[in-house]
């Protein structure tokens, strides 16, 4: 009965979500065309209300997973819509999905990890463990950037962040991250992605934490990593490395953010975008044709990472990307991009997964544009 008036609430508040979407579409908000700050927020909440919702990403305790690409970018980017959009603090759905996270930080060691070994096999644990460990950091610290105080809840999560970093290895300076074979989050290739989404944790903490000097050593061997694998990493997890290196100075050399921001300018397409596919170099296990086209969420993600390298949205280049971003908002208020791993059903709930993460990486673009 509880989780019957539980959904009925989550229920209202989405369909309250698909009100507010109808009604700012088209909303002159004195920012440049296609560039809907309102109508991102409407499409973001009801996304993360879904979330909360679906019986897919339930877990114990009454809880939910975070994902890395609905509810982790949502937490990360829909604080910053409130200066455009008058608000005052965090609403509902921005609400929920803090709760969760602090539900399950608060009870981390009680808590069964997302994917366990008796269920997913060896070594789901362990990955599940560090990942959730990275994601509360992450979302606690862009949470208390609002106070400008580090909070208690924050320091804990760090620290159970900090005592998950691998020691040995090639991983050496990072942590384990979770392998389901998907692109570019959940796979053999996404432990760079983690150490930049830990990176931004720390860099993001406030209180001058990443000047902390009981972090130093672990903040040594995490730039040791950083600098060590770059070569090796997609221009994706580069453009992820670079986004972290404005928090953690020192996280790239000076000679790896040079060439990168060439590479990158290098990649971008004619009409100002960049493709997810293209990126990350990626191929299809189902084998069907990948879409090259540009995206939102390879576009997002190089204009920021840009941005935060030091190029100034004033640059040509990098202007034409940011204006490729304001005209592409669709009139639901996302952007999109397709799955790098196999053709998606449009109807289903993971065809819509990529859409949220190119909606959350657009407005952290083009907020810090502003």
């Known amino acids: 009965m509880k989780f019957i008036t539980r959904l009925g609430t989550y229920l209202t508040a989405l369909a309250m979500c698909g009100v507010l979407a109808a009604a700012v579409r088209g909303a002159d908000l004195k920012d440049p065309p296609g560039w809907n700050p309102q109508a991102a927020a409407a499409y973001l909440d009801s996304r993360a209300i879904f979330w909360a919702t679906w019986p897919n990403a339930a877990r114990d305790h009454g809880t939910f997973c975070i994902s890395c690409h609905t509810t982790l970018p949502f937490a990360i980017a829909r604080p910053a819509l409130r200066g455009l959009l008058g608000e005052s603090g965090p609403g509902a759905a921005e609400t929920k999905i803090l709760e969760n996270l602090l539900t399950r930080a608060r009870g981390y060691r009680e808590m069964e990890p997302f994917y366990p070994d008796q269920t997913r096999g060896i070594p789901k644990t362990s990955e599940s463990?560090?990942?959730e460990s990275v994601m509360n950091a992450l979302v606690l610290t862009t949470r208390d950037q609002a106070s400008g105080h580090l909070s208690a809840d924050a320091k804990t999560a760090l620290a159970n962040m900090w005592a998950l970093q691998m020691k040995t290895g090639p991983q050496n300076g990072a942590w384990t991250w979770l392998n389901f074979g998907y692109e570019p989050w959940e796979s053999p290739n996404s432990g760079y992605f983690g150490a930049s989404m830990a990176a931004l944790a720390v860099g993001t903490a406030p209180d001058g934490y990443v000047s902390a000097p009981e972090i130093q050593e672990n903040l040594k061997n995490l730039r040791a990593y950083f600098q060590r694998e770059f070569d090796k990493q997609s221009e994706l997890n580069k453009l992820m490395a670079l986004w972290a290196?404005?928090?953690?100075p020192g996280l790239i050399t000076?000679?790896?953010?040079?060439?990168?921001?060439?590479?990158?300018?290098?990649?971008?397409?004619?009409?100002?975008?960049?493709s997810t596919a293209a990126i990350g170099s990626y191929k299809r296990q189902d084998g069907s044709t990948i879409d090259t086209a540009g995206d939102g969420y390879a576009t997002a993600l190089a204009t920021l990472a840009l941005q935060c390298g030091g190029i100034a949205p004033s640059d040509a280049r990098l202007r034409k990307g940011l204006e490729w971003l304001r005209r592409h908002q669709d009139p639901e208020g996302q952007w999109t991009a397709t799955s790098p791993n196999k053709q998606r059903d449009p109807k289903t709930e993971p065809a819509k997964f990529m859409n949220d993460a190119a909606t959350a990486m657009a407005v952290l673009s083009l907020t810090h544009a502003r």
């Open 129 to 131: 463990r560090a990942i």
């Open 254 to 274: 000076p000679e790896q953010r040079a060439a990168l921001v060439d590479q990158t300018f290098a990649m971008q397409m004619a009409e100002g975008a960049w």
């Open 245 to 248: 290196s404005e928090k953690v």
